[in-house]
């Protein structure tokens, strides 16, 4: 006798493609069998297409590409996808759509952790902390100097805000607080809200007057590469680049340029293209460029809500509910 192929019947609904953590995977173990891959790298697309078969539901990480072919290959049984991140530029998420499966993303929770980090990063390059942390620890500490290690101040400086949103919003609070002048550019902002700090401006005009530009906005076709030579070309000499939103937004090949000639005096990135950026990367031998590993959200608090929010959307569609957070909601129209 033959043995039967039960490989569609013994697989968990749920594939997570990492650890994330465990008070999200406490929640999806309650309503139903989860896998979570193993390891601390993202899976090949091979190791997507073959896991994402027979599965009813998959949580996802923003450094896991989800094409056409992945839900192509989850087609049947595939019933919601959800993202652990606000962004989902990793999700094609017109084919999900088509496909009549939701897509889910954590919005809102990671707005403050992140803003604290691109205010962090701000402060470090304005006061040269990273440069000077090292000059320390190599014992090259000798005394006081007047002239060691000059920064620039922050307080009545002027930041531009490339993207108002959520996060461009809570950078804007904290700007306020330490006496800087705001401008901004969001075409998608209409007027300019009473609750909304600082004045709108062109985005030629943002580039030539900000003292620290920081950077929020999403990426997509029409921003990808937004900030390229010919805006840091418009950029003041001692500027400082802030990007903690998506590297594609920055072309990266201009601002090594950029800084290399002095074009800007500086750039902080939590983001680059690709993730990680190899070790061999000329950013890296640039010493008024900080580079830290996507840790936007990276507190323990906001990971776990954002671990639990993720796991809302998915057991929400598994359940046959709307998506509390739902990047598709065109898939729920005539239900």
Not at 56 to 65: K, Q
Not at 77 to 95: M, R
Request: charged share 20%.
């Amino acid at each position: 006798m033959g043995t039967r192929n039960t490989e569609a019947t013994v697989k968990s609904d749920i594939l997570v493609t990492r650890r994330i953590p465990e008070a999200g995977l406490d929640l999806l173990r309650e309503g139903a069998g989860v896998e979570v891959l193993p390891g601390d790298i993202e899976p090949t697309k091979q190791a997507l297409l073959e896991k994402i078969r027979g599965r009813r539901g998959l949580l996802c990480l923003l450094t896991d590409p989800i094409d056409a072919d992945v839900i192509a290959a989850g087609l049947g049984t595939l019933e919601v996808i959800s993202n652990y991140a606000v962004g989902y530029d990793n999700i094609d998420v017109a084919a999900a759509t088509a496909a009549g499966i939701p897509v889910g993303n954590t919005p809102g929770v990671l707005t403050e952790t992140t803003a604290d980090l691109a205010f962090s990063l701000l402060m470090s390059s304005a006061r040269r902390i990273v440069e000077g942390a090292a000059f320390a620890r190599a014992g090259k500490w000798r005394s006081w100097s007047p002239t060691l290690l000059l920064g620039r101040d922050v307080h009545g400086a002027t930041l531009g805000i490339l993207g108002m949103g959520r996060i461009g919003r809570a950078m804007a609070r904290r700007a306020t607080g330490f006496g800087m002048k705001i401008i901004y550019f969001d075409p998608d902002v209409e007027g300019e809200p009473d609750d909304l700090p600082g004045k709108p401006v062109s985005l030629d005009e943002l580039a030539a007057r900000s003292d620290f530009l920081s950077i929020h906005a999403p990426l997509n076709g029409e921003t990808r590469g937004l900030v390229d030579a010919r805006f840091m070309a418009s950029m003041k000499r001692e500027a400082i680049l802030i990007n903690t939103a998506r590297g594609g937004l920055v072309d990266q090949d201009a601002l090594v340029e950029a800084l290399t000639d002095g074009v800007i005096g500086g750039a902080a990135l939590d983001v680059t293209e690709p993730e990680p950026l190899p070790a061999d990367h000329p950013l890296y031998s640039l010493p008024d460029c900080i580079i830290v590993p996507h840790l936007g959200s990276a507190s323990v608090a906001t990971r776990d809500r954002m671990a639990v929010m993720a796991a809302q959307n998915l057991l929400a569609g598994l359940n046959g509910e709307r998506l509390p957070h739902c990047v598709n909601p065109e898939v729920y129209r005539g239900s």
